[in-house]
DNA sequence: GTGATCGTTTGCATCGATGCAAGGTCGCGA
DNA sequence: TCGCGACCTTGCATCGATGCAAACGATCAC
């Protein structure tokens, strides 16, 4: 049983390939007994179209390719799976690359290593400053997925991530807590974002510049939450009152760092982190967080990147310019962050 | 600055478009001043191949499809992962499909929805029954990930689940548990396999059958988790002591719920799972698990693809025999269910 | 009746690379 | 010197679909 091929079909038909070819495509013009005709024939030999031709031909392939720094960390694998979910609503399969963080691979993307295949990417960088990204200048449909920020050449989809630590910060300053560690690291670009927030929610709370303590971590996942914490536990310092996590992974694990160590959550320390994974519904305690809209993330993604399809096809004239949607969030209030109300 | 062809290529170098393509490929009757001058304008121009032109004259594309159910679970994003590495390291790129675990997703995959663009497909299902892969028949090569087994027309890749389940069992019982419920399905395939393994260790270890529980739930979440636990706390009969989880998901639902419930763990009631992700390290507190090596699974099932691949090939005559590739796991103890020896 | 118009169908060239097999060059043994 | 094989390079057809524009027939207005 060898491929079935249109020319298969017009055969069968009788009619020529092109009709086909029209048929298959939605064409107007057919009559509805030609097309009756030749549904037939698809069915019954059951054509499959050959993606591969109709891409080189039309310069069109249906795939957009997915590149995130770990397909493994929850926050990206929910990213993933959104995109893919958006991106069968609009009948486009998605290609998954993983950088695994790795520069050299993240710069492959740039220069446009999947740009046949893919009729545009999506890119959720964590390594490449923004500078090589307008400096290696792709000449390809790209849009910039979460906290990276590229400047003005292509357009960024993510959470506001100032306002978004600003909120988790002011909830955990009207909790009660006033010295709050933030857990993260202000190097990368979203890392001093989120830091931003932190210290626009503290300064607007009136909270004492002592009390303020950002603790670095290189990579955001769970074991480098799991060590700051037990640093900042051994330490001699006074202990916080609070954990801002600039993510759930981090926020993971500085609970089990607590938990270890016998420190009661949230009655000693609160605990809150930004992501809003679905483990965080799940841990010891519960997690507080910040919810992304990643389905509204995926859907504006696509939208942009058709976009921009549209505009290097046609009127290029339009100029680019650097939309930096701003994607609903919210904040998910958990145990890990509820505290009694100070005593009267 | 449009794409760059062989074609310009060749202009540059001075030479024919099939001796661009003769170094490129790594022709060896190529003469070494040649390749050189090639080489240079190759670089010069910055040729990147077309994927797809290639695909369609040489009927490889270098793609490999991945279809998993849920692409945001822990196990399948690890999985995922894995197999883009593995893909990686033979300079093959990994589409990822993800069914959601719905029924006419899975049977599309089988029916070749992929089969043009990529070269094989891994497929890693949950609801079509066995008989539908081998009824279906797929003309092209495929690899079955994980759990279910197909019969005898393709090979499976993926960890032993009687003696996954047996192995987490058997600690269980020398942890001197007696009433172990088994918290999945014994619906599906490798439900039913890992039920079977539950059996035979209560059975080789002498429990009463009075003692066997298999709390049914329908997906192996951690939602569902939560909820039969929930329910069995609910219940009016004996508590366990006991709760193997068919999987890690369902495993950090049930913690959940206990810490909920103040059901201390292990000491009143230990908790052991299956898949080791990595949030299994960071629960409350830490769980057994049994570690399936990922690494291992998606280099073989890369390499079975490989040879289904030559055989459609070249000799088409050697059967395609069963391979069931038992890959190696590994018993992770941490303190879920570490009981203290019982008194003396 | 005739030309214009619309709707429908078709043929041919083409996307960019590789399979195939022939053509050319060179060196070497007879 | 001739013949032969080894090595290198090339031209042409081709993979399967679509872009383009022409051809065809029927309908319509004048």
New binding site residues.
């Given amino acids: 049983m060898a491929?079935?091929?249109?020319?298969d079909v017009?055969e069968h038909a009788?009619?020529?390939?092109?009709?086909?070819?029209?048929v298959?495509?939605g064409?107007?013009?057919?009559?509805?007994?030609?097309?009756a005709r030749v549904q037939r024939s698809l069915d019954e030999l059951g054509?499959?179209?050959?993606y591969?031709?109709?891409g080189?031909?039309?310069?069109r392939t249906g795939f957009v390719a997915l590149a995130v720094p770990f397909l493994a960390e929850p926050y990206f694998a929910e990213l993933a799976q959104a995109v893919i979910k958006a991106a069968a609503r609009r009948g486009i399969t998605v290609l998954v690359e993983s950088t695994a963080g790795d520069h050299e691979a993240e710069r492959r993307i740039l220069e446009g290593g999947l740009t046949n295949v893919a009729d545009g990417v999506l890119f959720s960088a964590i390594t490449v400053p923004a500078a090589d990204v307008t400096a290696t200048a792709p000449d390809f449909p790209l849009v910039m997925l979460g906290e990276h920020d590229v400047g003005d050449r292509f357009p960024r989809v993510g959470i506001d991530n100032v306002a978004a630590a600003r909120t988790v910060v002011e909830h955990l300053v009207a909790q009660g807590c006033r010295r709050v560690v933030a857990l993260g690291r202000n190097g990368s670009e979203n890392g001093s974002q989120r830091a931003e927030g932190y210290r626009q929610a503290l300064s607007a709370a009136g909270v004492r510049r002592v009390n303020w303590l950002v603790e670095p971590v290189e990579d955001w996942n769970r074991a480098q939450g799991y060590e700051a914490v037990s640093r900042l536990l051994e330490g001699s310092g006074p202990l916080p009152d609070a954990i801002f996590a600039f993510n759930d992974a981090l926020a993971v694990g500085a609970l089990r760092a607590l938990d270890a160590s016998g420190v009661r959550v949230p009655d000693e320390i609160a605990v809150a982190g930004i992501d809003d994974v679905p483990e965080s519904a799940y841990t010891h305690p519960p997690l507080t967080s910040i919810a992304p809209d990643l389905d509204a993330i995926a859907e504006r993604a696509l939208t942009l990147l058709d976009e921009q399809g549209r505009v290097s096809d046609g009127q290029d004239t339009a100029p680019r310019s650097a939309r930096r949607e701003a994607t609903p969030f919210r904040l998910v209030v958990r145990e890990s962050s509820l505290r009694p109300p100070p005593a009267p």
Avoid: E, W
């Fill in positions: 491929r079935v091929r249109m020319r017009a009788g009619v020529s390939v092109r009709t086909v070819s029209n298959v495509s064409y107007r013009h057919v009559s509805p007994q030609t097309r054509y499959k179209m050959d591969l031709a109709r080189l031909r039309s310069g």
